[in-house]
């Protein structure tokens, strides 16, 4: 257990819905990135927040939107699904907003039907 | 901005042989270069990392090595060990000290 909590684990769900993807970082840590990993493919950076607010945005599309609350858990929210947002959604936590050691959670896995 | 490059996309070797994976980075302002080995069903976990102002980091079996001139850090594994199969990523920093990602090398350790 890497401390960094994600749910839900599988999710199966059809094209034109809505999904949240729900994160809670290592205890301690402050700063949250969503990474979205597709079949056989590297890890694509989605955003990073840090203390609750947004600090990076990387490949992130319009219908995904995400925030970190005051407890410090995270919300991805992916809209609007496509048959190519099937994916693993990894969230990742660590202490401080700059690049250090990034703590894995094991993962969403989406399926887009 | 920063690309990072990683070499090979898979790699098969025996047992108990070493292991080379190979990254370029492009920016030359990058101070920092982690490894992570994502098992099968798992996410990625830091194995070792190397910050500019060293040459070389090892920790038991696995190695690190930086040479900034070139702009490439390298990952050795010797004696690999079948709990060694997995998929390895590496990163530099960009500019934003965020993570740029290299695409994937799958370690395939033959018995």
């Known amino acids: 257990d890497s401390g960094v909590t994600q749910t839900p684990k599988h999710l199966i769900t059809a094209t034109g819905q809505r999904v949240t993807l729900r994160c809670s970082p290592r205890?301690?840590?402050?700063?949250v990135y969503w990474y979205q990993q597709s079949l056989d493919q590297g890890l694509q950076f989605l955003i990073q927040y840090y203390n609750g607010e947004e600090r990076a945005k990387g490949n992130i599309l319009e219908r995904f939107s995400a925030q970190q609350f005051p407890d410090l858990h995270s919300e991805l929210n992916l809209s609007s699904l496509e048959l190519g947002d099937s994916a693993l959604y990894f969230c990742?936590?660590?202490?401080?907003?700059?690049?250090?050691?990034?703590?894995f959670g094991a993962g969403s896995r989406l399926t887009v039907l | 901005g920063e690309n990072v490059e990683q070499h090979p996309s898979t790699l098969s070797v025996q047992e108990g042989d070493s292991a080379v994976i190979k990254c370029t980075y492009s920016d030359s302002a990058s101070n920092y270069f982690p490894w992570y080995k994502q098992e099968l069903g798992k996410g990625p976990q830091l194995i070792i990392d190397i910050r500019s102002n060293v040459g070389e980091k090892k920790d038991q079996r696995i190695a690190v090595t930086l040479n900034k001139t070139a702009k490439h850090f390298s990952l050795h594994i010797t004696e690999t060990q079948p709990e060694d199969s997995a998929v390895y990523f590496c990163?530099?920093?960009?500019?934003?000290?965020?993570?740029?990602w290299g695409a994937g090398t799958k370690l395939i350790i033959k018995p």
């Open positions: 990742a936590s660590s202490v401080k907003a700059g690049a250090n050691v990034l703590t």
């Open positions: 990163a530099a920093t960009d500019s934003n000290y965020q993570l740029i």
């Open positions: 205890s301690g840590d402050l700063s």
